[in-house]
């Protein structure tokens, strides 16, 4: 298993995730995933899938400021 991992969304690293008692801990790395940071998920795939749909959210909402994703 895997002690940590960097978090992707939509080809940029937004984050990495930290194993911890209980899961993977998200650590943000960009200020549009500061909602998700410290967030404790209990498999790295759930973990992936929440940073997935909420740069989904982000992209879908329209704020000029939150489509910096690339």
């Known amino acids: 298993m895997?002690?940590?991992?960097?978090?992707e969304a939509n080809r940029r690293v937004v984050g990495i995730a930290i194993r911890c008692r209980?899961?993977?801990k998200f650590h943000?790395?960009?200020p549009e995933f500061r909602a998700l940071d410290?967030?404790?998920?209990?498999?790295?795939k759930n973990l992936a899938?929440?940073?997935a749909e909420?740069?989904?959210k982000l992209l879908k909402?329209?704020?000029p400021a939150k489509l910096t994703l690339h």
Do not use: I, N, P, W
């Open 2 to 7: 895997l002690d940590s991992f960097v978090v």
């Open 22 to 24: 209980g899961g993977y």
């Open 28 to 30: 943000a790395s960009e």
């Open 38 to 44: 410290k967030q404790t998920f209990r498999r790295a």
């Open 49 to 51: 899938h929440g940073v």
């Open 54 to 56: 909420y740069a989904r």
């Open 61 to 63: 909402a329209g704020d």
